[in-house]
Protein backbone atom coordinates (compact mmCIF):
# COMPACT_ATOMS: atom_id res chain seq x y z
CA UNK A 1 0.00 0.00 0.00
CA UNK A 2 1.47 3.11 -0.76
CA UNK A 3 1.41 5.93 1.53
CA UNK A 4 -0.22 9.18 0.49
CA UNK A 5 1.77 12.27 -0.49
CA UNK A 6 1.40 15.15 1.98
CA UNK A 7 3.03 18.91 1.10
CA UNK A 8 2.89 21.75 3.34
CA UNK A 9 2.68 24.87 2.42
CA UNK A 10 3.99 27.78 4.65
CA UNK A 11 2.16 31.50 3.54
CA UNK A 12 3.58 34.65 4.74
CA UNK A 13 5.94 37.51 4.90
CA UNK A 14 8.69 36.75 7.08
CA UNK A 15 9.59 40.13 7.82
CA UNK A 16 6.49 41.26 9.56
CA UNK A 17 6.86 38.94 12.96
CA UNK A 18 2.88 36.76 13.32
CA UNK A 19 2.13 37.29 9.48
CA UNK A 20 5.18 35.46 8.47
CA UNK A 21 3.90 32.35 10.87
CA UNK A 22 4.11 29.80 7.92
CA UNK A 23 7.41 30.75 6.58
CA UNK A 24 8.25 29.82 10.31
CA UNK A 25 6.56 26.79 10.66
CA UNK A 26 8.41 25.48 7.04
CA UNK A 27 12.03 27.00 8.57
CA UNK A 28 11.13 24.52 11.77
CA UNK A 29 9.81 21.58 10.19
CA UNK A 30 13.10 21.77 7.70
CA UNK A 31 15.09 20.55 10.70
CA UNK A 32 12.99 17.68 11.77
CA UNK A 33 13.28 14.18 10.41
CA UNK A 34 10.23 14.05 8.10
CA UNK A 35 9.08 10.77 6.46
CA UNK A 36 10.03 11.00 2.63
CA UNK A 37 6.17 11.03 1.40
CA UNK A 38 5.99 14.52 3.26
CA UNK A 39 7.37 17.77 0.80
CA UNK A 40 7.62 21.22 2.41
CA UNK A 41 7.20 24.41 0.51
CA UNK A 42 7.85 27.84 1.52
CA UNK A 43 5.30 29.86 -0.03
CA UNK A 44 6.19 33.43 0.80
CA UNK A 45 3.74 36.11 -0.86
CA UNK A 46 3.20 34.34 -3.86
CA UNK A 47 0.16 31.92 -1.94
CA UNK A 48 -1.44 32.32 -5.64
CA UNK A 49 1.26 31.30 -7.36
CA UNK A 50 1.30 28.08 -5.84
CA UNK A 51 -2.20 26.53 -7.16
CA UNK A 52 -0.30 24.17 -9.83
CA UNK A 53 1.51 23.15 -6.49
CA UNK A 54 -1.72 21.95 -4.45
CA UNK A 55 -2.79 19.48 -7.20
CA UNK A 56 0.77 17.43 -6.46
CA UNK A 57 -0.06 15.91 -3.24
CA UNK A 58 -2.86 13.93 -2.02
CA UNK A 59 -3.29 16.22 1.29
CA UNK A 60 -1.93 19.71 1.35
CA UNK A 61 -1.82 21.67 4.41
CA UNK A 62 -1.54 25.67 4.16
CA UNK A 63 -0.38 27.09 7.45
CA UNK A 64 -0.72 31.03 7.42
CA UNK A 65 -2.52 33.81 9.59
CA UNK A 66 -5.34 35.75 9.50
CA UNK A 67 -7.73 37.76 11.24
CA UNK A 68 -10.71 35.85 11.58
CA UNK A 69 -12.09 36.65 14.97
CA UNK A 70 -10.63 33.83 16.83
CA UNK A 71 -8.28 33.56 19.41
CA UNK A 72 -5.03 33.82 18.61
CA UNK A 73 -4.11 30.10 17.59
CA UNK A 74 -7.08 29.33 16.43
CA UNK A 75 -7.22 26.61 13.77
CA UNK A 76 -9.23 26.76 10.92
CA UNK A 77 -10.09 23.74 8.15
CA UNK A 78 -11.47 25.46 5.03
CA UNK A 79 -12.72 21.83 2.65
CA UNK A 80 -12.03 22.58 -0.92
CA UNK A 81 -15.46 23.27 -1.59
CA UNK A 82 -15.98 26.60 0.89
CA UNK A 83 -13.04 27.54 -1.39
CA UNK A 84 -14.67 27.51 -4.19
CA UNK A 85 -12.79 24.87 -5.68
CA UNK A 86 -13.60 21.03 -6.58
CA UNK A 87 -11.56 17.90 -5.39
CA UNK A 88 -10.75 15.30 -8.86
Known amino acids: MALKSIMVVGIGNYILQDEGVGVHV ?5 EMNLP ?3 SLVDGGTHS ?3 VDFFCQADTVIVVDALKAGGEPGTLYR ?3 E ?3 LKPD
Open 26 to 30: INRLM
Open 36 to 38: PQV
Open 48 to 50: YDL
Open 78 to 80: APL
Open 82 to 84: ELG
